[in-house]
Structures are given as C-alpha cells and as structure tokens.
C-alpha cells in the first residue's frame, strides 16, 4: 500500500496542489470579496433578497441562509468550491485506474505479489486524503481572515464531502466504461446533472419573509452538492449533513471494488461500441481521422454553447429586469461585463461562460494529441507519408473549428433568444461582437496547450487544464471577490471586445491576436525538431 500510495502522490504532487491552492485563494477572495464589496448588512440583504424574489437565478448561485458575512460567504463560494473539489476527485479516481490500466500500469502491479484490489484500495486513501486536505486548508484560511473557526471547517468540510462523493462516482464510472475519456465524460455530465438539480431544489424552495434565507425542496436531497448546502456553514452549522456526502463515497468505493473483482483486466460492464469492418472513404485522410476522433467530445461543447447563447437572451432577459430594480445586482453585472447598459453587460456575462466552454473544446483536442502519442497510436499515422508538423497541425485545425462551433452555435441560439424576444437591432451586433471575441480568446487556449505539448509533452494535460481553470476563476469571479483590474486582465476571456454604449471596445484584441499567432506558429516551428515521447 505505501508503495502505491509515494508512487501516485509523486505522480500528482503538482496537480493536486494546483487545485488545492486554487480552492484555498478562491475561499479566501471570496472573503475579500465580501467584506469589500458587501460590508453591510443592508448590501447583503439587498443582493439576497434580489436572489430569492427571482429564483430562476438561483441555479447558478448557492443557497441563501442570512446576511452575516459567513452566511453570505458560503451563498457566494460552496457551490464553487465543491464543484472544485468534485472535479478534482474524479479525474484522480479515473487517472488511477482505467486510465493506468490503459497506459499498462495496471499490469506491471498486477505481476507482483499485491492482491488484485490494492491498486484500487491505494487510490481510494490517496483520494480520501487530499479531499482532508483540500477541507482542511480551507477551514483554515478562513480561520486565518478572522472568521468563525465552526462555520470555517464546515465549509472546509462541505466541499471535501462532495470531493469524496464524486471519488466514488469516478471509481464506479471507470468500472463501467471501456476507457478514461468515456469514464471521464460520464463523470463530467453526472457532475452537472446534480449541480442542476441542486439549483432546482433550491429555486422551488421556501422564502423567508424577508428573503434572506431559503428553505431548499426536497430534490436538494438527490445531490451531493445539495447536502452540503444543507450543512449552512456560519448559520446553522448543521453537520449531520456530511455524513451523507462521505458515506456516499465510501458506499460507491466500495461498489467499485467488488464491480472490479467482478472483471477481467481491460474489461469494463458498458461494452465498447464496435467498429465498421472497413472504414469510409472520407475518412481516408489525417485531418478526417482527426475528426473522427474528436467529434464526439466536441458535440458536448457545442451543446453547451446553445444553451449558453439561449439562456444570455432568455435568462438573461429576466435577471436584467432585476438588475433594473435593484442596483446592487445592476453593479454586481457591471463589474463582471465593464459594458454598457444591462441588456450588453447580460450578454457579456454569459459569453464570458461561453468562452470558458470554447476554450475547453480547444484545449481537450490538443490534449487528444498527447494521448495519441502517449498510448503509441500516433506511431502508425506518422509511419506513413504524414510528418510531425502536418500531424499537429491537424490537431490544431480541428480544435479552432471546434471552438469556432462552439461560439457559432452560441450566437446562433443567442440570435434566436433575440428574435423571439423582440429585441433591438443593437443587441444583435452586441451578439457578433462579444461571441467574435470569445472565439479569439479561446484559441489563445488551445495554441498556449499546443505549445506546451511540444516543449513538455508530459505537462499538456495539467497545463491545459490549468490555464483554463485559472482564467475562469480570474475572468469570471476575479471582478465578483474584488480582485484588482491587472490581475483579471490576465485571463483571455475578461479582455475580449466588448459593445459599450455603441462603440466597440476592442480591450485586448491585438495581444490576444498576438498570442495566438506566437504561440501558433512556435508550436508548428518546434514540432519539427521534437521526437516523440510515447512513455507516461
């Protein structure tokens, strides 16, 4: 067991603190961003009661529970941190199991004396382990601001629940699925279908006669996000809460484990879907395999690009007649969008959301590269008359039209959303421009990710991930937590044009063009001197 468990820790020392460290400066901005942005009780209860008297906004928000600034803080921040921690742990579950029997790790620890379900039995302690961890360090940094030590460690201990629920949500996926980018995707969907349902539990729940607080339905209780809402750090403190979220985990752990003695090595319960005996003449290209193998991830962006686009004039539509009656709201959605009137600065809000889906699609295309090359599949391909550049460069086609798709399908949907409502003419440019500039500021993503997969092949998917994960929090919560302009400005997606008052604004068009011409051509330039690295 020890042995398994250095080997993983010193296979994910550098990601792991990557996503502990981003939950802990997440919890502490958050703080930050409270007391400065919302210092009085009357701000708070402002922005509350804005909340609960439109409750279709509360599915991307948290669960409302006063307007003391631990109450506020948890209705600002759990949703995020557990989201946070749920990722983090499924991605370590599946690394560590499908993923290694993939890579044939599997098999090397199989040959020696350790019983068959050791491997699984480390990454279950190496996952409890760092979700302690992730709870504990953000207790404490509460702690260390001056807040509430109670309400600081529930809220630690909230997100590490949901970590541990979805650890066994991973472990269970790849048992099912034939492969890590299937467990993977299983996961991801299961992650946002309870976040959504979550949302719906607490939008047809109860408020309180001064809508500062929110008794969720009964749904909440069919999603781990929603019991550690439940726990109401700095209000209730309730943990009874927790024991549902670790004891789901442990239950779907152990699932796992006998679904793992259940099957042979490389075998999985969902059946890999088989092949065409011969394959189509369109596909008798590099690019076209390409495709073939990306399309399908891709599909899932594209689908959370109409949704996106739908709800910016739909949605959005509903929390701009709050903003127009409730200034805290208006200049909460002015510090996100810096735009013009409420109608733009909605718009802006959701694209910046649609750049952080584009840039996904892009970055998850490249990153299919380095897993071609790791599992030594890109071998054959560039075995025949196709060379290393031509080969990237493939890569790099599909991942811009991916994104390109995923904007495309953002604004079209958007423009629906805009014809549907009887909109002006000007929020339809206000559409063209904002959606162009998260096209730019995605591909900024993918050609960064490419370039790190020439120069470090073995860093591509932590970096690429990563470099999404920090522009997200930096663009779209950076302006919420009071960060300053120069340290927002650093992510893509906050500096793309904009429409204010009728004129363009065209912020940080030409260094995001700049990036992505630099890092696009370096990427091509290197590849043509690098060998390639099929281990790890």
Request: charged letters at 10%; proline letters at 4%; hydrophobic letters at 55%.
């Given at each position: 067991?020890?042995?398994?468990l250095?080997?993983?820790?010193?296979r994910?020392?550098?990601q792991?603190?990557l996503w502990?460290i981003?939950a802990?400066l997440?919890?502490?901005a958050?703080y930050?961003g409270?007391?400065?942005?919302y210092?009085?009780?009357?701000?708070?209860?402002e922005?509350?009661?804005?909340?609960a008297?439109n409750?279709?906004i509360?599915?991307?928000?948290?669960?409302?529970s006063g307007t003391?600034?631990?109450a506020?803080?948890?209705?600002?921040d759990?949703?995020w941190?557990?989201m946070?921690a749920?990722?983090?742990?499924?991605?370590?579950?599946v690394r560590?199991?499908?993923g290694d029997?993939e890579?044939g790790?599997?098999?090397l620890v199989?040959?020696?004396p350790a019983?068959?379900?050791?491997p699984?039995l480390?990454t279950?302690?190496?996952g409890l382990?760092?979700?302690?961890?992730l709870?504990?360090?953000?207790?404490?940094?509460?702690?260390g601001?001056g807040?509430?030590?109670?309400g600081s460690?529930?809220?630690?201990?909230a997100?590490?629940a949901?970590?541990v629920s979805f650890?066994?949500?991973?472990l269970v996926?790849a048992?099912?699925m034939r492969t890590?980018?299937g467990?993977?995707?299983?996961?991801?969907?299961?992650l946002?279908a309870?976040?959504?349902?979550r949302?719906m539990g607490?939008?047809?729940?109860?408020?309180?006669d001064?809508l500062?607080?929110?008794?969720?339905?009964?749904?909440?209780?069919?999603?781990p996000?929603?019991?550690a809402e439940q726990?109401?750090?700095?209000d209730e403190n309730?943990?009874?809460p927790?024991?549902l979220g670790f004891a789901f985990?442990i239950?779907?752990a152990v699932?796992?484990?006998?679904?793992?003695?259940a099957r042979?090595?490389?075998?999985?319960?969902?059946?890999e879907?088989?092949g065409?005996?011969?394959a189509?003449?369109a596909?008798a290209?590099p690019?076209a395999?390409?495709w073939?193998?990306a399309w399908?991830?891709?599909?899932?962006w594209v689908i959370?690009g109409?949704l996106?686009?739908?709800l910016?004039?739909?949605?959005g539509g509903i929390?701009?007649q709050v903003a127009g009656e409730?200034?805290?709201?208006?200049?909460i959605?002015e510090k996100?969008a810096r735009a013009?009137?409420?109608?733009?600065?909605?718009?802006?809000?959701f694209?910046t959301?649609?750049?952080?889906?584009?840039?996904?699609?892009?970055v998850q295309?490249i990153?299919?590269?380095?897993?071609e090359e790791?599992h030594?599949?890109?071998?054959?391909?560039l075995a025949?008359a196709?060379g290393?550049?031509?080969?990237?460069?493939?890569y790099?086609?599909?991942?811009t039209?991916?994104?390109?798709?995923?904007?495309?399908a953002?604004?079209?949907?958007?423009y629906v959303?805009?014809a549907?409502?009887?909109?002006?003419?000007?929020?339809?440019?206000?559409?063209?421009?904002?959606g162009l500039?998260q096209?730019i500021a995605a591909?900024v993503?993918?050609?960064l990710?490419?370039?790190?997969?020439?120069l470090?092949?073995r860093a591509?998917l932590?970096?690429?991930?990563?470099?999404?994960?920090?522009a997200?929090?930096?663009?779209?919560?950076?302006p919420?937590?009071g960060m300053?302009?120069?340290?927002t400005?650093?992510?893509?997606?906050?500096v793309?044009?904009?429409?204010?008052?009728?004129?363009v604004?065209?912020?940080?068009l030409?260094?995001?063009?700049?990036?992505?011409v630099?890092a696009g051509a370096g990427a091509l330039?290197?590849?043509?001197r690098?060998?390639?690295a099929?281990d790890?």
């Amino acid at each position: 067991m020890i042995p398994l468990l250095r080997q993983r820790l010193r296979r994910d020392w550098l990601q792991l603190s990557l996503w502990v460290i981003g939950a802990v400066l997440l919890a502490y901005a958050g703080y930050a961003g409270v007391t400065q942005s919302y210092s009085t009780v009357a701000d708070r209860q402002e922005v509350l009661a804005a909340v609960a008297a439109n409750p279709v906004i509360l599915m991307f928000r948290g669960l409302p529970s006063g307007t003391s600034v631990g109450a506020f803080l948890a209705f600002e921040d759990l949703p995020w941190l557990a989201m946070l921690a749920a990722l983090m742990s499924t991605f370590l579950a599946v690394r560590h199991t499908r993923g290694d029997e993939e890579a044939g790790r599997s098999e090397l620890v199989a040959a020696t004396p350790a019983s068959r379900t050791l491997p699984l039995l480390a990454t279950i302690v190496h996952g409890l382990a760092a979700n302690v961890v992730l709870g504990l360090l953000i207790g404490l940094s509460l702690i260390g601001a001056g807040m509430d030590a109670a309400g600081s460690l529930l809220l630690g201990a909230a997100a590490a629940a949901t970590g541990v629920s979805f650890l066994g949500v991973g472990l269970v996926a790849a048992q099912l699925m034939r492969t890590s980018r299937g467990a993977n995707a299983l996961t991801v969907w299961l992650l946002v279908a309870t976040f959504l349902i979550r949302g719906m539990g607490n939008l047809a729940g109860t408020p309180s006669d001064d809508l500062s607080r929110i008794d969720s339905a009964w749904p909440v209780w069919l999603s781990p996000f929603g019991w550690a809402e439940q726990i109401r750090p700095f209000d209730e403190n309730s943990p009874w809460p927790l024991v549902l979220g670790f004891a789901f985990g442990i239950v779907l752990a152990v699932t796992a484990t006998v679904l793992q003695s259940a099957r042979d090595l490389g075998a999985s319960f969902i059946a890999e879907r088989g092949g065409r005996a011969s394959a189509r003449a369109a596909l008798a290209s590099p690019h076209a395999l390409v495709w073939r193998l990306a399309w399908g991830s891709l599909l899932g962006w594209v689908i959370g690009g109409v949704l996106t686009g739908f709800l910016a004039t739909t949605l959005g539509g509903i929390a701009g007649q709050v903003a127009g009656e409730n200034p805290a709201v208006a200049q909460i959605l002015e510090k996100i969008a810096r735009a013009g009137d409420l109608d733009e600065a909605m718009i802006t809000v959701f694209f910046t959301m649609l750049g952080v889906l584009a840039a996904c699609a892009g970055v998850q295309t490249i990153i299919r590269a380095r897993q071609e090359e790791a599992h030594g599949t890109a071998e054959p391909v560039l075995a025949a008359a196709v060379g290393r550049v031509r080969w990237l460069a493939d890569y790099a086609i599909v991942a811009t039209i991916g994104v390109a798709l995923v904007v495309a399908a953002a604004m079209v949907a958007a423009y629906v959303g805009l014809a549907a409502n009887g909109a002006p003419a000007d929020l339809f440019r206000v559409v063209t421009v904002t959606g162009l500039g998260q096209f730019i500021a995605a591909s900024v993503f993918t050609a960064l990710t490419a370039l790190v997969f020439v120069l470090a092949p073995r860093a591509t998917l932590g970096a690429g991930w990563t470099l999404v994960g920090v522009a997200a929090v930096l663009g779209m919560f950076g302006p919420l937590m009071g960060m300053p302009e120069w340290l927002t400005s650093i992510s893509p997606i906050a500096v793309t044009p904009v429409v204010s008052h009728g004129d363009v604004d065209l912020r940080g068009l030409w260094w995001l063009v700049f990036a992505v011409v630099v890092a696009g051509a370096g990427a091509l330039t290197l590849m043509r001197r690098r060998e390639l690295a099929s281990d790890g």
